[in-house]
């Protein structure tokens, strides 16, 4: 089981930049980690993973380049990095987990809001 509590969310202006923190507790260092966002009348996307390593690392073609993607496996944390913010990147964004390997997302955060304007 593993529970995760997302932190650093809030309004930013185009351009700038922000960065979301996600505590885990539970069996963190089994599960590989993931940032989703979702906006309203959207499904909810995956933006960035990162393996159990830390060295195996995605990101969604409309971020790469803008966003990094971290995790501290002795704090229990996932970060992500959001720099050169644009408004298309308002939305919730939740932290994710799952058991290394598996395709499906199991854990979830309760999303924070991130608003860029323009």
């Known amino acids: 089981q593993v529970q995760l509590v997302e932190s650093g969310g809030g309004s930013v202006q185009a351009g700038g930049s922000l960065r979301l923190s996600c505590a885990a507790s539970g069996r963190f260092r089994n599960v590989a980690m993931g940032w989703c966002r979702q906006a309203p009348g959207e499904e909810r996307e995956l933006r960035a993973a990162?393996?159990?390593?830390?060295?195996?690392?995605y990101y969604a073609e409309s971020v790469k380049g803008r966003f990094t993607i971290s995790r501290n496996n002795v704090k229990n944390t996932v970060s992500l990095q959001m720099n050169n913010l644009k408004p298309e990147d308002t939305a919730v964004y939740y932290c994710a987990a799952k058991v290394s390997g598996d395709t499906t997302w199991t854990w979830w955060g309760q999303g924070i809001q991130v608003t860029v304007s323009s």
């Open positions: 990162i393996d159990l390593s830390g060295r195996n690392i």
